[in-house]
């Protein structure tokens, strides 16, 4: 009541905080920090710092190892996890130069062009992983192209084979060896891509989805065992 009577007759109601000084030995000043946790090794890694040399060489050990999953196929997950399309790239343009029959400009060579080829085999690739995720695939796109790229590999170690077989000669035997060669990498190639992506389709509709898969290495093999150069 005295505090209100004290300001209604217009006298200031904190009048005794004017007298109060604080001491010199008392710091003002500070500095306000926010405790965080420590970071880990990890978080502070990141792959823009590290050499090139290190980058190429992770890469390479990356694309690899996919290489040795398709040469022994099981199931496994490393295609699907870490995909890439370095790998199919390579043995896309690598089983595109040998199939090329002659030089670019001859119109009497024995094999397809190299653009042809390319686009076979990338539109091939494209075409089956449509029709996959339209059977309602579990799997990205990409997923799928990294999977059939790699698969590629059987049978371009095929078409090295055939080339170095059609250097001694043309004849019957070299045709037997050829087709062997051919029939065995095309099952391979049609097992590892089936044994990555069987399981990501619908039980009721695997076998829409591998009948494609087969075809598709199928006219490659084809390409393969009716290549004659010139």
């Not at 196929?73 to 699907?80: F, H, I, N, Q, T």
């Not at 029709?131 to 790699?150: A, D, E, P, R």
Request: glycine share 10%; charged share 15%; net charge negative.
């Amino acid at each position: 009541m005295a505090a209100a009577e004290g300001s209604g007759d217009g006298g200031p109601l904190f009048a005794g905080l004017a007298d109060v000084s604080i001491s010199g030995d008392i710091p003002v000043e500070g500095e306000i920090t926010v405790p965080v946790g420590s970071r880990s090794p990890d978080e502070d890694y990141s792959t823009l710092d590290e050499p090139v040399k290190d980058t190429i060489m992770r890469d390479l050990k990356a694309v690899g190892k996919k290489f040795v999953h398709v040469m022994y196929p099981k199931k496994s997950s490393a295609l699907l996890r870490d995909w890439d399309l370095w790998g199919p790239l390579v043995l896309c343009v690598s089983l595109a130069l040998m199939l090329q029959g002659g030089s670019a400009d001859s119109k009497d060579d024995g094999g397809p062009q190299f653009a042809e080829v390319f686009v076979i085999i990338w539109f091939g690739a494209v075409v089956i992983t449509l029709n996959s995720k339209l059977l309602g695939g579990t799997i990205s796109f990409f997923q799928s192209l990294c999977v059939l790229g790699y698969c590629i590999m059987p049978l371009t170690v095929a078409m090295l084979v055939c080339r170095l077989v059609l250097l001694a000669g043309s004849g019957t035997i070299s045709f037997i060896i050829r087709l062997i060669v051919v029939v065995a990498m095309f099952g391979w190639s049609t097992l590892a891509s089936t044994a990555f992506l069987a399981d990501s389709q619908p039980p009721n509709r695997k076998g829409l989805v591998v009948y494609p898969i087969f075809l598709f290495y199928f006219v490659i093999s084809w390409m393969i065992l009716t290549f004659t150069p010139q």
